[in-house]
């Protein structure tokens, strides 16, 4: 089934630094999403892209679609303490139930 | 409020006993997804709900799930005989058709 690669896990980073996530499919995805978790919360959504090459921003985030639509990427700039959480990349296939594939999550701790 | 809503919070209970988990999507969304998430982990896909009717069920774990729609609104995922296994935080979401998915908070399932 489809799989996608999140990484890094983890990053431990000094607040004002700039952040950068991606993830990678086996398979090609028609839809990318990028989620923030804190605990005892629900995935918030940060950034939608629905097109191959497309490139938005949210604020200090930016996101990409990749050309070949196997993969994304994440930046932050300028990390601030609340920036801390777990980013989820989602991916959104052929099927058209909306399904989404999630990736295992990256970890970001920033120190003041 | 405008978000979707999950009930409960959190849910304690013996194994072996059936449990309900309620969610209430965003209004006007028709589609309606069930997520489960372990401890550290990505989130796994369920169900599928396009209105009342279900095109997607292959997440299911095991005929002990089951879930349905009523009124194009709520749902409800039951979960009978529950096992230690089953323990996880579950996550509903709502979004229009082909669109980015909006995400409830969650009802935490422990199961002892």
């Known amino acids: 089934g489809q799989q996608l690669n999140q990484s890094p896990q983890s990053m431990f980073i000094q607040e004002g630094e700039d952040v950068s996530m991606n993830c990678t499919s086996s398979?090609?995805?028609?839809?990318w999403l990028w989620y923030k978790q804190e605990p005892g919360e629900g995935p918030v959504l940060l950034i939608a892209?629905?097109?191959?090459?497309e490139l938005t921003s949210n604020g200090r985030l930016t996101a990409q679609f990749g050309i070949t639509r196997k993969d994304s990427f994440l930046n932050i700039s300028a990390s601030i303490p609340s920036d801390v959480g777990i980013y989820f990349c989602?991916?959104?296939?052929?099927?058209?139930?909306?399904?989404?594939?999630f990736g295992q999550g990256t970890t970001l701790q920033v120190k003041p | 409020g405008a978000g979707v809503s999950q009930s409960p919070s959190n849910k304690v209970t013996e194994k072996g006993k059936d449990v309900e988990l309620r969610c209430d999507p965003i209004?006007?969304?028709?589609?309606l997804y069930w997520y489960r998430q372990r401890l550290g982990q990505g989130l796994e896909f369920l169900i599928y709900?396009?209105?009342?009717?279900?095109?997607?069920k292959s997440g299911l774990p095991s005929d002990r799930f089951s879930a349905e729609r009523t009124g194009e609104s709520v749902s409800t995922l039951t979960i009978q005989r529950t096992q230690q296994e089953d323990s996880a935080v579950y996550l509903c979401?709502?979004?229009?058709?082909?669109?980015?998915?909006?995400f409830g908070p969650g009802t935490r399932l422990t199961v002892l």
């Open positions: 709900f396009q209105g009342n009717s279900a095109p997607d």
């Open positions: 209004s006007g969304h028709t589609a």
């Open positions: 398979s090609i995805f028609n839809t």
């Open positions: 979401a709502s979004s229009l058709p082909g669109l980015a998915q909006y």
């Open positions: 989602a991916g959104c296939g052929s099927s058209n139930t909306g399904k989404l594939i």
């Open positions: 892209l629905y097109k191959a090459g």
